[in-house]
Nanobody, 121 residues
Framework: QVQLMESGGGLVQPGGSLRLSCAAS????????MGWYRQAPGKQRELVAT????????NLADSVRGRFLISIDRDKNTVHLEMRNLKPEDTAVYYC??????????????WGQGTQVTVAS
């Protein structure tokens, strides 16, 4: 069984920075892709940023490109999202997402419980 542990988030003023982290733990798993999605009140969940398990391929939403940076610590199976120049429209619940092989099972996906990011004066 694989579990996700999210950390970071909170309240920050416009223009500020935050860092989100998500650690995957368990036995016999291989990360295919890992990253963050977000959902603001009344809106659908949307992709923020994802990164491949080997850290080579990154995918960022247009709305965050140039402000957010995603990285992966392969030794710790942890993905980090550095968020800079935050805007009120970045306010949302951020969910960690893991696309993973567990043992010999077909690839599956897991979601974290979510962490609130609020950008306000």
């Amino acid at each position: 069984q694989v579990q996700l542990m999210e950390s970071g988030g909170g309240l920050v003023q416009p223009g500020g920075s935050l860092r989100l982290s998500c650690a995957a733990s368990g036995k016999a798993f291989t990360i295919y892709r890992m990253g963050w999605y977000r959902q603001a009140p009344g809106k659908q969940r949307e992709l923020v940023a994802t990164i491949s398990g080997h850290g080579v391929d990154r995918n960022l939403a247009d709305s965050v490109r140039g402000r957010f940076l995603i990285s992966i610590d392969r030794d710790k199976n942890t993905v980090h999202l550095e968020m800079r120049n935050l805007k009120p429209e970045d306010t949302a619940v951020y969910y960690c997402h893991l696309d993973v092989w567990i043992g010999l099972l077909p690839r599956s996906e897991l979601w974290g419980q979510g962490t609130q990011v609020t950008v306000a004066s």
